[in-house]
């Protein structure tokens, strides 16, 4: 989730590279590696004035100074992969987690991405790559942009300015980006699955490695990773979850007026859990690694006090442990001694089973500006400034104004207040907006539930993330015919979040659905009348979706208040003759674009806004269909989708027994990787010119097609 306003200003003065005090010795031949630190000067300064340490040790652990040039990085530069760091120091280590988190920083500024997430997981990674042998160990990363770090370390580093940019690194680990990237995992909570489904694969061919899944409090408010360890305690194989806590359950989900609090039981629990004395031989371990650790660990044990009563089953024990996990902790999780230590005994241990280490984390850990904002800089995005707003925000707005009006509509999301846009209307109806944690199939069946008592739930979730709620879809709202309106954000292509979050697939999956109304708008103002239309349907679902991106500045109605259209009735936008393209959703201004193009090609088409997907405007794709000899439906989304409702419309009634030519351009079968939205959608063919082309082919002008390609 972008940050909005400036992120970080770099000084661009001249800069001088001056050596400081030596570094601890590290273990290459006994050779040492000079510390350098950055002297900001300006022009004419002498170079006798005395240098700015940028990264330096104090007793209260390593500083960095970011206001001034990137600094140097003398352990770091001479890590290209894991195994160069087996042979640290906890000094080395501890030198090269500052390191890394400069240039976590550094590199996030220039690229965009997701910053804190990194951050508050420096020291977790730079531990497991010194304890662990990647890649015959598996790590597995949820969710995954907390692996910026795990990048750098494992050969990506010269890379890391390309990080969600055309033909750059992904995002989120990628299993074909690098060996070391275990599994993908872009959406959350499937870590601790695939590291049980890696290690009973490991168990059945005789191997020997570690399998460790790092799953963050986040990612652990949702169903699927409690029916894993649920499976993982009773197939008893051996795997190691670490539960990342950094007491941010959902975010990005900061509110206008500051830091969001974190929802669900789960949150409390983690602040009062403690160990059971009940541990068995790796609970003695760890019983003993506490008292060698020190206060520190004691002073986080005193925060996180007795576990949440309602999930004690027996004194001294804790759902974890209920559940088959040993569970460890807490360990400050900003402390590479404690975590090294912690995980050298508990891979060294035989045959443990399942181990839960829960270590306590700060989101942004070390960035004074990510650890003061209100969602701690989740994520930072390089936008160019427009002039109009995102969908995404003159969708709270509208909603905002149709609650207003009527006091029954309220509001649903998962963990994403701010990508959603629900921020807002939570500010404006905090009684009346609902975070459910990242707990997609618990949010639709609770706006079920909200349906059958008369309210109005909107529920507003990512194209992508509605697939992990298919089923409550489906059983829980169409078949009962429940009234939920579900707003699916990042509809389309979604540029640098990539083929994760790329939302390919609901209008097939939505308009296949027997009850469901299904609608796209092609502008901001259609937005706006779609969530009237959805607010005034009160005899069954319906679902409109919208893009990642900002409006085309069309004229919005007053007030922000949309007005509801009528139920499958789509609109002409520019009357031609002889070929016809009709468009359904954002893609529509490609259709008006290829329009412009074609008039230098002397031929006037015809261009229509669907609107609907279900149900169909049967008159309007008739008309279509008489008047033209050429019909084209151009969507942003998978096969299976509007054209397929069209072209089975059209077969089914004859139409296409006679001399219409029909296409559709969808995406094309296949995954867009990540990259900049104009780059995406000319690899989907779905540009301006793609569709002028296909005019042109279809006319016979098969060369003057070319011409543009």
Known sequence: ?????????????????????????????????????????????????????????????????FSGEKPATPVLDTINYPVHMKNLSTKDLEQLAAELRAEIVYTVAKTGGHLSSSLGVVELTVALHHVFNCPDDRIIWDVGHQAYGHKILTGRRSKMHTIRKTSGLAGFP?????????????????????????????????????????????????????????????????????????????????????????????????????????????????????????????????????????????????????????????????NVNDLVTIFEKVKSMPAPGPVLIHIVTE????????????????????????????????????????????????????????????????????????????????????????????????????????????????HDVDLQKLPVRFAMDRAGLVGADGPTHCGAFDVAFMACLPNMVVMAPSDEAELMHMIATSAAIDDRPSCFRFPRGNGVGAALPPSNKGIPLEIGRGRILVEGSRVAILGYGAIVQQCLGAAEMLKSHNVSITVADARFCKPLDTELIKRLAKEHEILITVEEGSIGGFGSHVSHFLSLNGILDGHLKLRSMVLPDKYIDHGAPQDQIEAAGLSSRHICGTVLSLLGRPIEALKLQ
């Open 1 to 65: 989730m972008g940050v909005h306003g400036v992120f970080m200003r770099i000084n661009q003065s001249a800069t001088t590279l001056l050596p400081c005090f030596p570094s601890p010795k590290l273990n290459h031949g006994g050779a040492k590696i000079k510390q350098f630190c950055v002297k900001a000067s300006a022009a004419g300064n002498s170079e006798s004035e005395e240098g700015k340490m940028v990264i330096k040790k104090e007793k209260d652990g390593w500083k960095i100074d």
């Open 174 to 334: 990628k299993r074909d980006e690098s060996v070391y990237d275990a599994f993908g995992a872009g959406h959350s909570s499937t870590s601790i699955s695939a590291g049980l489904g890696m290690a009973v694969g490991r168990d059945l061919l005789g191997k020997k490695n570690n399998v460790v899944s790092v799953i963050g409090d986040g990612a652990m408010t949702a169903g699927q990773a409690y029916e894993a360890m649920n499976n993982a305690g009773f197939l008893d194989s051996n795997l190691i979850v670490i539960l990342n806590d950094n007491k941010q359950v959902s975010l990005p989900t900061a509110t206008l007026d500051g830091p969001a609090t974190p929802v669900g039981a789960l949150s409390s629990a983690l602040t009062k859990l403690q160990a059971s004395p009940k541990f068995r031989q790796l609970r003695e371990a760890a019983k003993s690694l506490t008292k060698q650790i020190g206060p520190q660990a004691h002073e986080v044990a005193a925060k996180v006090d007795e576990y949440a009563r309602g999930m004690l089953s027996a004194p001294g024990s804790t759902l974890f442990e209920e559940l088959g996990l040993y569970y460890i902790g807490p360990v400050d999780g900003h």
């Open 363 to 474: 989101k942004g850990k070390g960035y004074p500006p990510a650890e003061a904002a209100a969602d701690r800089m989740h994520g930072k995005q390089n936008k160019v400034k427009s002039p109009t707003l995102s969908y995404t925000q003159y969708f709270a707005e509208s909603l905002i104004k149709e609650a207003e009006i009527d006091s029954k509509i309220v509001a649903i999301h998962a963990a994403m207040g701010g990508g959603t846009g629900l921020n807002y209307f939570q500010k404006r109806f905090p009684d009346r907006c609902f975070d459910v944690g990242i707990a997609e199939q618990h949010a639709v069946t609770f706006a079920a539930g909200l349906a059958t008592e008369g309210l109005k739930p909107f529920c507003a979730i990512y194209s992508s993330f509605l697939q992990r709620g298919y089923d409550q879809v489906v």
